[in-house]
């Protein structure tokens, strides 16, 4: 005898009079001690999850949906409802509380839906397992705890290498044929174009320049502390930044490489602070404008520190000058 389909409605179950289908992104704040649970939470655990998907940008649902388990002509007897689905992991997530009970009963569920949903992605997780899944999303092992100096992540790692992908791509199509050259500005663009280039297919050659930094009281000129290594006369030059704040920096930086004669002169930066701009440089590549947040990790620093973080973070404001 043929197995019966599940009802096809099952979006619209509703076992629980609980709120059924959340707000895609209910922003939640990553400072604080939650003093009661919040709606549409009903566990604190619940909760502090969310704080932390918030903290990482994690894009999540509380309880969209509800999967019928057992039913008898078309009504539903028995349903489950996981707490949260995360849209950009296509995964759906059970907290378990670690009562040895409750979890025999939800494995128990969990067997049911996965054979009769083999299609949804589905995990149950237990409170000290919240860092294996950031840990799998590509954050490596750093938690809130571990940089509190972090005020919360601006970008987080998957959107940094969708976001370059995309760039490497546009690249690769714009210089068809041709066999650029790009220039890095150490150092805080080495995450950025060690990522990029691997993103782009035409042949490629890299080279890496240091400027001193501006630090806003000198007039106009960065100094150059590291020249180029490769002659770019004739040849298409990308130069790559980490972020244009100013513009003062690559403003002397292409006036600079002007001299020495190059085909072409592009530039590609991951981060934009459009709004703090004072020279008009043009920027032909963007990764991300960013507000007027001063900003540190994949390569960024503060006092060369947080230049390991996985993700794009703003820092806290009492450690600013
Ligand atoms: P600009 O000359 O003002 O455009 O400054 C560009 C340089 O300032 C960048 O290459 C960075 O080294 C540094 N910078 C500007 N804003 C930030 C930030 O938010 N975080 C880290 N470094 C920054
Ligand atoms: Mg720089």
Redesign the pocket.
């Known amino acids: 005898m043929r197995k019966p389909e599940p009802p096809a409605a099952y979006d619209d179950v509703k076992p629980r009079a609980r709120a059924a289908t959340a707000p895609a992104r209910a922003r939640v704040p990553v400072t604080g001690e939650p003093k009661d649970v919040p709606a549409p939470f009903a566990h604190n655990a619940e909760y502090e999850f969310a704080r932390i998907l918030d903290f990482y940008g994690i894009t999540w649902q509380y309880e969209p949906r509800s999967f019928p388990l057992r039913w008898e002509r078309g009504h539903v007897t028995e349903a489950f409802t996981p707490d949260f689905y995360l849209q950009d992991l296509d995964l759906y997530v059970e907290l378990t509380t670690l009562k040895p009970g409750l979890t025999a009963e939800k494995n128990r569920k969990m067997r049911l839906l996965k054979e009769l949903f083999p299609e949804t992605n589905i995990m149950m997780l237990k409170k000290r397992d919240y860092l294996r899944l950031l840990a799998k999303y590509g954050y490596g092992a750093i938690a809130p705890d571990q940089v509190p100096d972090i005020d919360k992540v601006l970008i987080p790692a998957t959107k940094l290498s969708q976001r370059v992908q995309e760039l490497g791509a546009q690249i690769s199509k714009d210089y068809a044929g041709k066999q650029p050259v790009l220039v890095g500005?150490l150092r805080?663009?080495i995450c950025f174009i060690a990522d990029l280039m691997r993103q782009i297919s035409v042949p490629t050659s890299i080279d890496l320049m240091a400027v001193s930094?501006?630090d806003g009281t000198t007039q106009g000129a960065?100094r150059i502390l590291k020249d180029l290594d490769l002659s770019i006369k004739g040849r298409d030059v990308i130069l790559v930044?980490?972020?244009?704040?100013?513009?003062?920096?690559?403003?002397t930086l292409i006036d600079y490489l002007q001299t020495k004669k190059p085909a072409s002169i592009k530039v590609a930066t991951l981060?934009d602070?459009r709004v703090?701009r004072?020279v008009n440089v043009p920027v032909d590549y963007i990764g991300f404008e960013i507000p007027d947040?001063?900003?540190?990790g994949y390569g960024?620093?503060?006092n060369q520190r947080f230049r390991n973080l996985p993700f794009i973070g703003t820092l806290k404001h009492e450690l600013l000058p």
């Open positions: 500005v805080g663009v930094s501006y960065a930044e980490d972020i244009v704040d100013t513009g003062m920096t690559l403003n981060l602070k703090r004072l947040e001063f900003v540190v960024l620093d503060f």
